[in-house]
C-alpha cells in the first residue's frame, strides 16, 4: 500500500516532467523561442526574403551572400511572460513567478568577394523557464521549478549564383541543459510529521542538424525566399536526485541515479515574399511550417528509480523506462510586415504574426500553458556610419484556455497568458 501511495505521487511528477520539457518561456508557439533580431522582430518576424543584417544567420542564411561589408551583431530579446491557473477542481488560483527571461545572441558575417560569404550565430531557438510557487496548488503535482535551454551553434556558407539567386547552407549544433525540481510528500507513505523531499532532474546533450535557403530576386524591388531547417534529437544524460527519503522506503528508492531521455526538435520550412511598391517602403508575407508532430512521446530513463515512474497495471517491465504520450500537432505561422525608411538615418517598423499551438488539449499542463495566439509589433531603426541601433516591442494576444482532458486532474482548469517581448541590437558594419 505504501509503495503504491508512492508511485501514484512519483508518476504525477513524471507525468509533469514528460510534458514541461517541451515548454516555451510561456509565451507559446511550443517551446520554440522567439527568433533574434531587433529589426526582425520590429516586423514580427516577417522578414524571411528581407533579412539583410547579419542575423540572417539564424533566418535566410542566403541573404548573407547580398551583404556588402563585413558585420558582428550582439543583443538580446527581453520576455515578460506570465501565467494565471484557476484550477476546474478547486477554483483557487496561482500564478507564475520569475516573469523576466533573457535570450543573448551574437552573429557574424564576412563577405569573401562578391558571391560568397562566412557567416556564425550563437543564439536561443528553444527552450523554456517555468517557476511556480514552491506553496501553491502544484507543490506535489507539478515541477516547481523547469528550465530547458537550447544553444544553436550556427556556421554558414552563402553564395551568389548569377544576378538573381543566392544560396545557403549552414549546421546547426544545438547543445543542450535541463533542469526540473518537485516536492515528493514523504508524509503519504512515512506518516504525519515526515519532511518533504525534493525530486532534481538535471541533463545535457548535443545534436546535429542543418539548414538551406534559397532567395531569388525576382527583381530589383521584388524577392522570393525559401527555407529550411532539417529536425534534431537531442540525447540528455544526467541524474536523478531525491532527498530526505524516509527510513522505510531506503530500499526501494535510491537518493541518486543515471538518467537519460532525449527530445525531438522540429524541422521548419519557411516561404517568404517581399515588394517594394514605393522607394522608402518595403512590405512582405510570410508562412512557416513547424514539424511538432516529432514530438509524440518521451521516454524517461531513471535507471534504478524506474519502478517509480510506472503507474499501477502499467503492462511495461518496471524496471524498463517510462513512455509518456505528448501527441503534439504539426504548426503554422503566418502573418504581413511593413519597414518605412524615414530617411538615410531612420526606419520604422511593424508587423502582425499569427502563431499556432501545437499542444493539444489533453497535454496542456501547467509547465506548458499554450495556445494560439496574435502578435502585433512595432520597431524603430537608427544607423550612422557603421553603427546600427534596433528596437522592437512585441505584445501577444491570447484567448484564455481552458482543459478538462488533461491525464492528470489537478491541471485542469483555465490558463490566463500574459506576454511581452522587448528586443534590442547592435550592429556593426566593416
Known sequence: MQTQKLTRGVVRFVVALGLCLGAGPAQAEGFRNPPAGGATLGRAAINIAQDDDASAVARNPANLALLPAPQVQVGANIIHSKVKFTSALSGLTDTTEDPWKFLPYAFAALPLNNTLALGLGVDVPY????????EGQFRYTAPHFAELRVFNINPTLAAKVGEHLCLGVGADIYVSDLTMKQF??????????????????EGSGVGLGGNAALTWLIT????????????????????????????????????????????????????GYSCQPLEHLKLEADVEWIEFSRYAELTLDADGDNPLLHPAGDPTPPTAPATIP?????????????????????????????IQSPVPEDTLAPTLP?????????????????????????????????????VVPPYNGTYDINSQILAASYTFSF
Open 184 to 201: 515528493v510528500a514523504w508524509s503519504a507513505v512515512a506518516g504525519p510529521g515526515a519532511a518533504d523531499g525534493l525530486e532534481k532532474l
Open 220 to 271: 530589383a524591388s521584388q524577392r522570393l525566399a525559401l527555407t529550411y531547417r532539417s529536425p534534431v534529437t537531442v540525447n540528455y544524460d544526467g541524474h536523478f536526485e531525491v532527498n530526505n527519503i524516509p527510513a522505510l522506503m531506503q530500499r526501494l528508492v535510491l537518493p541518486r541515479a543515471d538518467f537519460s531521455t532525449s527530445i525531438a526538435f522540429p524541422s521548419t520550412v519557411g516561404l
Open 326 to 354: 505528448q501527441n503534439w500537432k504539426d504548426a503554422w505561422t503566418a502573418g504581413v510586415s511593413a519597414e518605412y525608411q524615414c530617411n538615410p538615418n531612420w526606419a520604422l517598423r511593424a508587423g502582425y504574426q499569427f
Open 127 to 134: 527552450g523554456q523557464s517555468t517557476v511556480w510557487s514552491q
Open 370 to 406: 499554450d495556445d494560439d495566439r496574435s502578435v502585433v509589433s512595432v520597431g524603430l531603426g537608427y544607423k550612422h556610419g557603421a553603427h546600427a541601433l534596433d528596437l522592437a516591442f512585441l505584445y501577444s494576444f491570447f484567448h484564455k484556455r481552458t482543459t478538462m482532458a488533461q
